[in-house]
């Protein structure tokens, strides 16, 4: 079965620079989250997208933001990359009929150097 | 707000032992209750899930109530094997629609031969 799609795998960016992060959820499902997960921590909310508009906010910088497109997939784009993004980014969706039961992406690992 | 609070790990526990990871919630309203194990490497995937007080989630051997008078929802398995080896997080999903899901910091499990 189709599971989420995420790119890349792995990034590694400098301090400052900007980076982008794609999710391709899994076929029909209309909301998309996103997650960060800091090393030995749990995913902590940032975003959410459903039928294309933002639906929820969570802790997302200002220098974050994303968006959801026509075919359902949506981009993180992050700049000003500092230290502390380095970290574990997940993408998950749903269907938009069965509260919470979300299908998560394998991440993309973020390193800023 | 909602927050899940999970035992401290990691664990370690000897093949066949039992287990059970402590999970308490507070929230608004009537939650979701879910665990979700991520392997190594690996993106978060759903173990098991209870909808509605009393309810008993499923999968692959482990067990978890949904239990409102403690709000817990504790996950226990009679018989380890090396191969659940992994981060378990608990979650909660919003009552009032919204899908997104707040973790507990996650507990590490680690299973000796």
């Known amino acids: 079965a189709a599971g989420v799609i995420q790119s890349p795998r792995h990034l590694i960016k400098e301090k400052r620079e900007t980076a982008t992060l794609k999710c391709y959820p899994i076929?029909?499902?209309?909301?998309v989250y996103w997650y960060q997960q800091g090393p030995g921590q749990d995913p902590q909310f940032l975003i959410s997208?459903?039928?294309?508009?933002?639906?929820d906010k969570g802790s997302i910088p200002d220098r974050f933001s994303a968006q959801q497109f026509s075919d359902y997939h949506s981009e993180l784009n992050m700049s000003s990359l500092e230290l502390g993004d380095s970290a574990l980014y997940f993408c998950?969706?749903?269907?938009?009929?069965?509260?919470?039961?979300?299908?998560f992406g394998e991440g993309s690992r973020l390193t800023v150097l | 707000g909602n927050s899940v609070t999970q035992m401290e790990g990691p664990v370690t526990l000897s093949e066949e032992a039992f287990l059970t990871i402590n999970c308490t919630y507070t929230?608004?309203?009537?939650?979701?209750l879910f665990w979700y194990v991520q392997y190594p490497g690996e993106g978060l995937q759903l173990l098991l899930k209870?909808?509605?007080?009393?309810d008993k989630g499923s999968n692959k051997g482990f067990e978890a109530t949904y239990r409102k008078e403690t709000t817990s929802f504790h996950l226990e398995k009679g018989s380890v094997q090396v191969s659940d080896s992994a981060v378990y997080f608990c979650?909660?999903?919003?009552?009032?629609?919204?899908?997104?899901?707040?973790f507990g910091q996650g507990t590490r499990l680690t299973i000796n031969p």
């Open positions: 998950a969706s749903s269907s938009g009929t069965i509260t919470g039961e979300l299908f």
């Open positions: 076929p029909r499902h209309d909301t």
């Open positions: 997208f459903y039928e294309k508009m933002q639906s």
């Open positions: 929230a608004t309203g009537y939650p979701s």
């Open positions: 209870a909808t509605k007080a009393d």
């Open positions: 979650a909660l999903s919003d009552s009032q629609g919204a899908q997104k899901l707040v």
